[in-house]
């Protein structure tokens, strides 16, 4: 049944071991029935920034195995240049407990190896030339994967439920450059507002459900670099729309005689 139980502390009364076990399981209890069924991936704040020669992860939360891992204030972590694609990294390490605590122990790292392992999350890529600063101001949205130089968030793991989704700030780039252009198609002006007015990740399965509505393709499993590439696709086909919308409105207005 649903319950709310909590400790009364008054003058004169015993602190009992029941009363503190309340206070400590609660917010875990309350934590515990929001992210049920969540994959892994961060699921509020971590966004990035770049400080002349680091990367600082802003304070956040991340959900991993059904467990949630916060950042309290700024990491920063200092990043140097191969020439060759670095992965910024998450490594759950486990449990570390002791008398007082249990702790859940976790390494941020750069990593030249680009595969993401089962306990790891990938925060962000880039590849940076000899001599080169890193950069995480995007001109539009197809700058957002620029080879050289560019901190690349398209393969960041954002927890949802049931699959990892892509980042809410790929999206609201999307929509942004979308709205840009006069929208007439119901579901274009419908799946912008979602990824304009929501903080947290969208369920990937929208998002694969607006791509396949909007290029009337099969419904299927999509990665996130893959989705990107279609947003990118429509977003053209957007641009494409407009210029023939006012083409069409110029040719109205003509008077034929016949």
Do not use: W
């Not at 009992?16 to 917010?27: A, G, H, S, V």
């Not at 140097?80 to 002791?98: A, C, Q, Y």
């Not at 429509?234 to 083409?247: F, M, S, T, W």
């Amino acid at each position: 049944m649903f319950t709310n139980k909590y400790p009364v502390f008054s003058r004169g009364r015993i602190l009992k071991l029941e009363m503190l076990d309340c206070i400590r399981d609660f917010p875990k209890d309350i934590v515990n029935v929001h992210i049920n069924g969540y994959a892994n991936g961060i699921l509020i704040g971590c966004r990035l920034s770049v400080n002349d020669d680091y990367i600082i992860i802003s304070p956040g939360i991340i959900c991993f195995d059904e467990d949630i891992y916060i950042l309290k204030e700024n990491y920063k972590i200092p990043y140097t240049h191969t020439n060759e694609t670095s992965v910024l990294k998450v490594k759950f390490i486990g449990e570390d407990s002791n008398q007082d605590f249990v702790s859940y122990i976790t390494k941020v790292f750069i990593d030249n190896d680009t595969n993401v392992y089962k306990d790891e999350i990938e925060i962000c890529r880039f590849k940076l030339k000899a001599g080169a600063k890193l950069r995480n101001n995007y001109t539009d949205f197809e700058d957002m994967t620029t080879e050289y130089n560019t901190i690349n968030i398209i393969n960041s793991q954002f927890a949802a439920y049931e699959n990892s989704t892509i980042s809410p700030s790929v999206l609201k780039y999307f929509a942004k450059e979308a709205f840009k252009y006069k929208l007439s198609n119901p579901l274009d002006i419908s799946f912008c507002m979602q990824c304009l007015q929501s903080e947290k990740a969208i369920n990937k399965e929208l998002i694969i459900s607006y791509i396949s509505s909007r290029l009337d393709q099969e419904y299927e499993e999509y990665s996130n670099e893959r989705m990107y590439k279609f947003l990118v696709e429509i977003l053209q086909d957007i641009k494409y729309n407009r210029g023939e919308k006012r083409d069409r409105n110029y040719i109205s207005n003509k008077i034929l005689l016949d």
